[in-house]
């Protein structure tokens, strides 16, 4: 049996298809569906396994980033979310679906508090759009989308990707390993809030979080726009150096290994525990 992925659409999420297409690759079978249709019919939330809200730029981000559309999805589909996340499933916010999940309080949920917004994700210190590559390293966490994973080169595209909190919640996050990610320089050092290395000034250099659980991840950066060698803002070199050196490329880049955890995860066993 296929594991199932749904990625949501709609209202100026802009990035479905190349995550519906991210998932398919590593063996899912995904589609792509709009808010509306889901809110009609939330019961198709029982027969999937893994839930994407993309990136884009929902409601143009007139009330702030992932405001609007987190408010739709919560009066319309609070309560099947919570049962979703309850199953042994997997979640995943990216970009404005980052802002969405954050704003919904499906992440951190701390102490399974989930509907409980305790984390911003604000307005970048630059007060610019940033759309650049980064390099973020995987913390001590037990989320399985990142299994494996030490670090990844990915891009970012937002203007409000500055995650905030009370000092009190931050702690809490690092004593629970619910700090996914942290921006770093290219050498693997930390990026210490230095422009361009965290392109947003995110409070201790967080790119990503996730609940109690580890399956709910929420992340600023875009695995989907960095998962395949060709999409690198470096690959002409790599492939130069690859040609020089008498060796080939490999199509995957560092993004698409979020993706195929996604998939390893749902082994047979699993598919039938939550279907």
Known sequence: MTAKALVIAG?????????????????FDARIVHINDLAESPGQLENIQTLCVPGGFSYGD??????????????????HLKEFIARDTLTIGICNGCQVVVNLGLAPAIDDQYGERTVAVTHNLTARYQCRWVDVAVQDTHSPWLDGIESMHIPVAHGEGRFMMEETILQTLKDKNQIALRYTKPDGQ????????????????????????????TLMPHPERGMFTSQRDDYTTLKENARRAGQSLPDTSDGMALFQNAARYFETANIKKTA
């Open 11 to 27: 209202y100026g999420l802009n990035c479905e298809e190349e995550t519906a297409l991210a998932f398919g690759h590593v063996g």
């Open 62 to 79: 007139d009330t702030g980033s992932g405001n609007a559309f987190a408010q739709k999805m919560r009066l319309t589909l609070s309560d």
């Open 190 to 217: 930390a990026a210490k809030n230095e422009f361009p290395f965290n392109p947003n000034g995110s409070t201790d250099d967080i790119a990503g979080i996730t609940d109690p659980s580890g399956r709910v991840l």
